[in-house]
């Protein structure tokens, strides 16, 4: 705490506001994990993974304010952001936008723990030759070799690569948002966690992040982020990107459980021992934490002008993923242009679904059945799959 403290105390508060709910959470999150279920090489990740989001946060801390008043003034211009549920396609879509030559998305290195996001980078060739690549590679090997299938296995699912896009989730983890320790940890996190109404602080630093890169690189056109957790906060997102074009993917819960629930617990093996896990509790928080995510969204839409957002269902996206882009874009005013088309046929053609592995899951494995699922979700099944 004592690293979190100066860095508190260096912030600015009149630029990154209030920091109390900053050292709350990480509080929280420190004390969370059960370390009698953890094992001494889950404890080393733990503390290595606090520490450099320490160092990650303190460096662009001292970047945003040495250059605040060109960054201050460079303006996110209408950035599509994709959310909702987790596992309901929003990583492919979110690859099939980033395909417009005049868009512009994070890549892992740029956004991570794993290395120093200052100075941001300048120019898709400066990005293309970034040494801190190699350095992020390095670390991935690393990791590999000490935790085997840490990077192997979770791509299965969610494949991460220093230089290909990635989630602004990363940017949270520097505000110690991350739902990776939640189930096995203290009521006192899960419920800071859940709330939505002290997130603004992690907002303004996610917004003054991409700020940061943003003044360095400017797309021609937008920026394009993804993140699901978005959909616990959106008016904490909304009140940092009031332009902001909105995507909300939505896939058949009776899916999006077990997917959900198998990702996260592949996770959590990185760091507590074997059957640490209580597969039946596990299935209880997952459920319960996505139906509050499909609550908010639907809240949230509820109060919200149409043209600002789009729905996306999985099943007719996958049937053509292009026609959808096509559709999102149309909504939003904005036009697909032929290297646009080329671009998003060339990812589909070397992305088959299941080119990283495939990782089996099942509702049964965390004692849930389907009429169970389409109880709990029934409001939100009634709202998008029965149009």
Not at 276 to 300: N, P
Request: glycine residues 4%.
């Amino acid at each position: 705490m004592k690293q979190a403290q100066e860095i508190v105390d260096k912030t600015n508060t009149e630029l990154f506001g209030s920091q109390e709910e900053y050292l709350k959470g990480l509080r929280l999150f420190l004390s969370a994990p059960d370390q009698s279920l953890m094992s001494a090489s889950g404890i080393l990740l733990f503390n290595g993974l606090v520490q450099r989001l320490l160092n990650v946060r303190s460096q662009a801390i001292d970047y945003i304010q040495a250059h605040q008043d060109v960054i201050v003034h460079s303006r996110l211009d209408k950035p599509i952001i994709i959310s909702g549920l987790p596992r309901t396609g929003s990583t492919m879509l979110y690859n099939l936008l980033s395909c417009d030559p005049k868009a512009r998305a994070p890549r892992f290195f740029e956004i991570s723990q794993m290395a120093n996001p200052t100075p941001p980078v300048t120019s898709l060739e400066q990005r293309n030759a970034d040494p801190r690549i190699k350095r992020v590679m390095d670390r991935f090997d690393e990791t590999e070799r000490l935790y085997p299938g840490m990077w192997t296995e979770a791509g299965k699912s969610h494949r991460s690569h220093p230089n290909e896009i990635e989630e602004d989730l990363l940017v949270l983890f520097q505000s110690f948002i991350m739902q990776l320790h939640v189930s096995l940890a203290e009521e006192g996190y899960r419920d800071w966690y859940e709330d939505a109404n002290n997130k603004e602080f992690a907002y303004i630093y996610h917004r003054l992040f991409f700020q940061m890169l943003n003044h360095s690189w400017t797309p021609e056109s937008h920026w394009v982020l993804k993140a699901p957790v978005h959909s616990t906060y959106m008016d904490d997102l909304i009140k940092q990107y009031p332009d902001a074009r909105i995507v909300i993917t939505h896939r058949d819960p009776v899916s999006v459980v077990p997917s959900w629930a198998r990702l996260l617990e592949s996770y959590i093996n990185w760091s507590y021992i074997p059957f640490a896990c209580d597969r039946i509790e596990y299935g209880r928080y997952i459920t319960d934490s996505l139906v509050l995510c499909a609550k908010r969204v639907m809240e949230w839409e509820e109060k919200t002008d149409p043209s600002v957002y789009f729905d996306v269902v999985y099943s007719q996206m996958v049937k053509d993923p292009i026609k959808m882009v096509e559709n999102i874009y149309e909504h939003f005013g904005l036009e697909v242009t032929e290297e646009f088309r080329e671009n998003m046929r060339e990812w589909i053609k070397e992305n088959r679904q299941g080119k990283y592995g495939r990782r089996e899951y099942s509702l049964a494995d965390y004692n849930l059945t389907q009429d169970q699922i389409r109880e709990e979700f029934s409001e939100y099944i009634n709202q998008y799959f029965k149009k």
